[in-house]
């Protein structure tokens, strides 16, 4: 599809909202903080874990909703989206109109927001009343909580409802957002999908514990002819929202802050099993602080809706290299969890894959990830418990030892497993901490007293 074909579709789209919502009345504006108790409990019966909190599972895990497992072809499909998503953040950042992908020429779309990524951490969160639970990729890298949905009036739905989207139509509770009619919103990704749609008020389901009444979010028809979301229906977005960003209140840790006080945490699970998210005094004491954090920075214009953290450091093995005070203060370091391998500075890359070598220099070599992104990796076969270097981030104040698992990426099994890290594309790109190496840690995030606290986790 062209890109002014794709325009078309998208205004069709939007289009079709308007006469939809046209036809309903809006109730009462306010989205308030009400808290009705709701003992649901959505966990596929064979995943073990936590079973309190809002359950986050890995999208290849036996955990799964999909039951899907991870293969090679998978993995390689895992680096090459979050590949895309790492170059939609810098070009967010540094406001790049143009960006060059290999083989593929370039693209003049301005991104507004990121790229959803592999999208591998999913909880299932309710929506409508009755409530119907849809997978969302858990993202703190975007602020936008979105769903698939049908925006069908009462002769053009469906007899038979697809299970992955959301119809406002039969939710008792659905109203139009205070931003109506002036609510459309339209969303190109890096790899030319997209999304049109408008924001709505309704119920939504988090967790065990919580039934958020008019919470706003985004009802979102994916193009389907050149692009969709794998199997996500939609996103959780518990990133910042800049004041510049036009619909900055309709954040989740904005519309929840009389509820949550903007302070959850979370633990991301290895593939194996699953792990959780919390929120508000929930949090604090699921996630106990620890005695140590570090400060999240603010950043001003368009990085402002990022986690930035203070990374001075990382040790592998008995080799500390340190992150230099330039490379620190610009672009900075992010934490996100909708990113899944850690982007340093080439420098300091160059230093800790080296180590890398030297440390697992008794097993064969192997090829690199097909993608290029992770270059030091070794064939482990035959070695069911080899020796993996222990490794620490050093934050401002804080020192995180990262669980095993976090430090090695099995790209085909244990005949490829390589240094989960990868090099920078371009200096100027900030650096991020990725979900693999968050993997098992809980990771609080108190937004109004600027800290992010981090230990040893549950999940």
């Known amino acids: 599809m062209t890109g002014s074909s794709a325009l078309m579709a998208i205004g069709h789209i939007l289009m079709c909202y308007t006469l939809f919502f046209s036809f309903h009345a809006n109730k009462a504006l306010g989205y308030g903080a009400t808290v009705v108790e709701s003992n649901k409990s959505h966990a596929p019966p064979s995943c073990s874990g936590t079973t309190t909190g809002l359950r986050v599972v890995h999208k290849y895990g036996p955990c799964s909703p999909s039951g899907l497992n991870k293969t090679s072809a998978v993995a390689s499909q895992i680096l090459a989206q979050d590949k895309l998503r790492v170059r939609a953040m810098n070009s967010r950042l540094h406001d790049r109109r143009t960006i060059g992908l290999e083989g593929e020429g370039t693209t003049d779309t301005y991104l507004q927001n990121d790229l959803p990524g592999a999208g591998n951490f999913l909880v299932s969160v309710g929506f409508g009343t009755p409530l119907k639970y849809f997978n969302l990729a858990l993202d703190t890298g975007s602020y936008v909580t979105w769903v698939q949905c049908e925006p069908c009036t009462e002769s053009s739905c469906p007899q038979q409802q697809n299970a992955s989207l959301y119809y406002p139509f039969f939710s008792s509770t659905f109203s139009n957002a205070p931003c ?183 097993f064969p070599r192997a090829n690199p990830s097909d993608d290029g992104v992770l270059k030091a990796c070794y064939n482990l076969v035959g070695n069911d418990n080899p020796a993996i270097p222990e490794m620490v981030l050093h934050f401002e ?22 240094f989960a890290f990868a090099a920078k594309e371009d200096e100027r790109d900030v650096t991020i901490i990725g979900n693999h190496q968050q993997q098992r840690l809980n990771i609080l995030f108190n937004i109004p007293d600027q800290m992010l606290e981090i230990g040893p986790g549950n999940c």
């Open 180 to 362: 109506f009619p002036k609510c459309n919103y339209n969303q190109t990704y890096l790899d030319n999908s997209m999304s049109g749609g408008v924001f709505v008020l309704d119920t939504v389901s988090i967790g065990q514990d919580y039934q958020i009444p008019e919470f706003i979010f985004l009802c979102a028809v994916p193009d389907k002819e050149i692009g969709d979301f794998g199997e996500a229906n939609g996103i959780l977005g518990l990133g910042l929202a800049s004041s510049l960003d036009e619909f900055a209140t309709y954040s989740l840790t904005t519309q929840t802050a009389n509820l949550f006080g903007r302070v959850f945490c979370h633990c991301l699970p290895s593939s194996s099993n699953s792990g959780y998210v919390y929120f508000g005094e929930k949090a604090r004491e699921q996630c106990p602080f620890s005695g140590t954090y570090t400060r999240l920075l603010r950043k001003p214009g368009s990085g402002s809706n990022y986690y930035f953290v203070n990374l001075i450091a990382i040790t592998l093995g008995q080799k500390k290299v340190e992150v230099a005070s330039g490379i620190l203060s610009s672009p900075g370091t992010i934490i996100d969890s909708g990113t899944v391998i850690t982007h340093l500075p080439s420098s300091v890359y160059s230093e800790l894959s080296q180590e890398f070598d030297r440390l697992m220099s008794e």
């Open 397 to 418: 104040n804080l020192d995180v030892n990262l669980d095993q698992t976090a430090v090695t990426w099995k790209g085909n099994g244990m005949s490829q497993v390589c």
